[in-house]
């Protein structure tokens, strides 16, 4: 069956700092990649996407690359924020038919000043 | 507009009340999903709707009671409840359940159970 394994932290590091959370994958068949953040007390939001191999998804300085060879979607900010501390999600929803988004455990990422 | 909300934010109730969650969505979208949050954990999927019918329920107890009024409204009613449901309930919905559309979450309801 599908399965998300990331690196589960906690992650703590300075404000300005490079961020690096791994996410590797395993799926049948090609499936839709998703980072999703959620923030102390609230609920989860998408904070990007890929659909396919080689795509970059981006969204608020954070980026991650869909690399089918290496089955990885590893999130990556260049200078992250104390705002940015939260619990970050890696999922998959795989194709044909599948109803299932598939998460991993999660990364508490607490960013200090 | 990706949004979806929820009500009510926080709920406390006792084991013998009846109360209900909701969910409302104006994307359009044909499927929607009901998850259960433990702290420290991932959302754990409860049920899904496709085009207002029942199509998965990932074996709930049946004190939890699913709705779909409408394309747009999701219901979860609640009864005789025990303390380790409390959690955060998140909804979310998706353009469709067949393909590998994203799922868009509300801000979930958090419930304590006494």
């Known amino acids: 069956g599908d399965s998300v394994t990331q690196m589960e932290g906690p992650v703590t590091l300075s404000e300005e700092a490079f961020l690096t959370i791994n996410c590797t994958y395993t799926?049948?068949?090609?499936?839709?990649l998703f980072w999703y953040v959620q923030y102390p007390g609230e609920g989860l939001q998408l904070l990007l996407k890929?659909?396919?191999?080689?795509d970059k998804g981006s969204n608020k300085g954070f980026e991650a690359t869909y690399r089918k060879e290496t089955t990885s979607f590893h999130l990556e900010k260049g200078s992250v924020q104390v705002s940015d501390s939260a619990v970050y999600f890696c999922?998959?929803?795989?194709?044909?038919?599948?109803?299932?988004?598939?998460f991993g455990k999660g990364t508490k990422l607490s960013v200090i000043p | 507009d990706t949004e979806v909300t929820q009500t009510p934010k926080h709920l406390v109730m006792g084991m013998t009340n009846k109360k209900s969650l909701k969910c409302e969505q104006h994307?359009?979208?044909?499927?929607m999903y009901w998850y259960k949050q433990k702290a420290k954990k991932p959302p754990e999927l409860m049920f899904v709707?496709?085009?207002?019918?029942?199509?998965i329920n990932e074996s709930v107890p049946s004190r939890f009671s699913p709705e779909c009024p409408n394309s747009s409204l999701l219901n979860l009613h609640l009864h005789a409840l025990q303390p380790e449901d409390s959690a955060l309930y998140l909804c979310?919905?998706?353009?469709?359940?067949?393909?590998?559309?994203?799922?868009?979450f509300g801000p979930g309801t958090r419930l304590l159970v006494l």
């Open positions: 979310a919905s998706s353009q469709d359940t067949g393909g590998r559309e994203t799922q868009y």
């Open positions: 799926a049948t068949g090609y499936p839709s």
């Open positions: 890929a659909t396919k191999a080689d």
């Open positions: 999922a998959l929803r795989s194709g044909a038919g599948s109803y299932q988004l598939t």
């Open positions: 994307m359009g979208h044909r499927a």
């Open positions: 709707y496709s085009y207002e019918k029942l199509s």
